[in-house]
């Protein structure tokens, strides 16, 4: 017999799973025929090719509990359809399938046979995890941070206010223009920009070259000192009433200063979980639009709003997709054509777009130092993808797949320059 | 015979009320998408089980090409015999015109059958992920060939066909053969998915 604090883990756990059963994950569950073909396509397998990295593998871990308790053979000839029992031993060895081998990049759901979507699956697996408590440490320390102080990196307040101070010092002496400020709090502006706080805290430079595009093309915009986290680890450790907590808080701060509209800045499962999951997360429409800041900065373009000299970035510069923003966002043309105006030599890293590898930091991958080994090995293929475009720069719209392209930069030798896409937009201004 | 049709009837009915009570029960696709679209999910759908089905688009064929032909040769076969036994349960003269001379195909469905299952036993990989069931469901079809090619060569008995597929009917919904109902369920979920994100269909100018 379970102890009772295992019988209420074990409890939670199908609770939670029957939930899963009764979303998506189950017309994946009952789809997934275990061909194995999906190796090639998960870098993860491709840098260990281990039985357990196949995505069918990893997601045939959740599958398992899913067949135990909501299918027939499952309930009577478990050990026929390889069903399990949910136990705290079986929890914990879960943990490792679906957060430590698999960054939900969806790659191999587009490769699959049947086009069953693995990743949704997976993330069933992190949702039980989560209501059982049993999300990795380090993961969970950043929900906590954005929960407790509006930032994942726990950021002060005060702090906040005083870097975008002198950043905005800074954005006018180097640009020789006084309305070239970072404006916080400013009530009725028209975008609310939010930011991952790694800009704040690491990455100074990336906000103020946002600063000063939005400068540069007349945007009315603000930051909120309290709300402007951009990204949503509630999303990474399976929490969906933490990471609705944190969308809900967004919207509420944008209707309280005023603003028309929301703009995500660079970071590829902000958008997604902002942009696309948020509103099935709170049950409710948004009252105002959302959009990448890509998508803003390509309308700047159309416009005529900003001009560029694609001479002032005459390196190569190739891209590289965020999953989250461009396999699970849609969000793919924008930055070829801002960075097709702004770079004078650009060159496509093959494949790219929809089916681009994943670079080994997503899922939360980066907070989980446990799995460190295993998330630079995986990040291999992209540095052999990177190598072969001949780039001296990657621009990547995203800063979690940025501190990994950093590190696979170092670990690889790839002599390389990471940036964002504001950042090169940025290098590239033409000051009316 | 009557008994047999009745019997195909029967087990027909249970594989279709329990295939769509789980499709029901699984609800995914029916809920509201609370995110504005970027797209319609219908052409992301229609993308999803057309250009994105072409083997030159899946990894899981063009780069396993000998697995993806056995596959399809196998679908090939089984999925025209259980036509053919539909058929002659309700028409047994027709039916067994179109069964018998399915032979060359049958045959090679079997030994496409056969391959998948010693690839299956071979490979260290999928003997890891592997459970019992997915041996069954190899075995059972090829198991519906054999009655197939046993009917094209020994009388045209109807009855071995007919009873074979009751079987299978009543094994359908339960095990991993649901599959033949859930590759179109899960398929037409993601891509209208991908379809609302605009993802799916890709711009006609990428170059991937």
């Known amino acids: 017999m379970p102890a009772p604090d295992d019988a209420q883990m074990v409890f939670a756990a199908r609770r939670t799973l029957a939930a899963a059963a009764r979303g998506l994950a189950a017309y994946h569950a009952n789809a997934c025929v275990k061909c194995g ?29 899913y067949r135990r308790y909501h299918t027939l053979l499952g309930k009577l000839l478990p050990a026929l359809v390889g069903a399990r029992d949910l136990t705290p031993q079986a929890l914990n060895q ?19 046979s049947i ?36 930032n994942q990196m726990a950021i002060p307040r005060d702090e906040f206010i005083s870097t975008a101070e002198w950043l905005s010092e800074d954005l006018q002496l180097e640009t020789g ?26 990455f100074p430079l990336s906000l103020s070259a946002a600063a000063g595009v939005f400068t540069a093309a007349g945007e009315s915009w603000t930051l909120s000192s309290k709300i402007y986290d951009v990204t949503n680890y509630g999303f990474f450790s399976g929490d969906d009433a933490a990471a609705g907590e944190l969308v809900r808080r967004v919207v509420e701060e944008a209707q309280a200063l005023g603003v028309q509209e929301i703009i995500l800045g660079e970071c590829g499962h902000g958008f997604r979980a902002f942009r696309w999951e948020g509103p099935n997360w709170t049950r409710q429409a948004y009252p105002l639009p959302v959009r990448s800041v890509l998508e803003l900065l390509d309308e700047y373009f159309a416009a005529g709003r900003i001009r560029v000299d694609p001479a002032k970035n005459p390196e190569r510069v190739t891209l590289h997709d965020p999953c989250n923003l461009v396999r699970w966002g849609g969000v793919s043309e924008p930055q070829r ?26 899922g939360g991958m980066l907070s989980m130092s446990e799995f460190g080994q295993r998330r630079v090995a995986s990040g291999q293929l992209k540095a052999e993808q990177i190598r072969r475009t001949g780039a001296k720069i990657v621009a990547t719209p995203c800063h979690n797949c940025a501190d990994q392209l950093l590190e696979i930069n170092k670990h690889y030798k790839l002599g390389v320059e990471i940036k964002t896409v504001v950042e090169l937009v940025y290098g590239a201004l033409v000051w009316p | 015979m009557n008994a047999l049709r ?16 789980q499709v029901l029960a699984a609800r995914g696709g029916g809920r509201h998408d609370f995110s504005r679209p970027a797209s319609r999910p219908a052409a992301g759908a229609w993308y999803n089980f057309t250009t994105a089905m072409l083997p030159w688009k899946k990894e899981s064929a063009w780069l396993h090409l000998a697995e993806f032909g056995l596959g399809i040769v ?41 391959a998948l299952l010693i690839r299956r036993v071979r490979s260290e990989l999928l003997r890891a992920i592997s459970v019992p069931d997915d041996y069954l469901a190899v075995s059972v079809t090829c198991g519906l060939l054999i009655v197939a090619l046993a009917f094209s060569f020994f009388g045209q008995n109807p009855g071995p066909p007919l009873a074979y597929t009751s079987l299978l009917l009543i094994y359908l919904p339960l095990g991993k053969l649901r599959h033949a109902v859930f590759f179109f369920v899960a398929r037409a979920n993601y891509g209208c998915r991908l379809g609302h994100r605009g993802v799916y269909p890709p711009p006609r100018s990428a170059t991937e």
């Open chain 1, 37 to 65: 073909l999906c190796g090639q396509s998960c870098h993860v397998f491709l840098a260990e090719p281990q039985p357990e990295n196949l995505p069918a593998a990893k997601a045939g871990e959740v599958i398992r509990f």
């Open chain 2, 74 to 114: 196998l679908h090939a076969g089984v999925l025209l015999t259980l036509a053919c036994v539909f058929i002659m349960a309700a028409a047994p003269a027709t039916g067994a015109t179109l069964l018998a001379p399915l032979w060359p195909l049958n045959a090679l469905s079997l030994a496409a059958g056969i």
């Open chain 1, 337 to 362: 054509r801002v960075l097709g105006r702004c770079c004078a030599n650009f060159a496509e890293m093959h494949p790219n777009r929809h089916n681009n590898y994943c670079c080994g930091g997503g």
């Open chain 1, 177 to 202: 223009r006084k309305d070239a400020v970072i404006p916080v709090d400013q009530p009725n502006r028209r975008v609310l920009y939010l930011v991952n706080p790694r800009e704040v805290k690491f």
């Open chain 1, 94 to 112: 879960l943990v490792e399938a679906v957060y430590g081998r698999c960054t939900g990049c969806g790659r191999c759901g587009l490769h699959c």
């Open chain 1, 115 to 150: 086009g069953l979507d693995v990743a949704s699956v997976i993330r069933a697996g992190r949702q039980i995890l989560a209501a059982v408590g049993k999300v990795p440490d380090g993961l969970q320390r950043t929900v906590n941070n954005q929960l407790e102080t509006g």
């Open chain 2, 6 to 21: 009745i019997m195909i009837a029967g087990s027909a009915l249970w594989a279709f009320m329990l295939l769509t009570f």
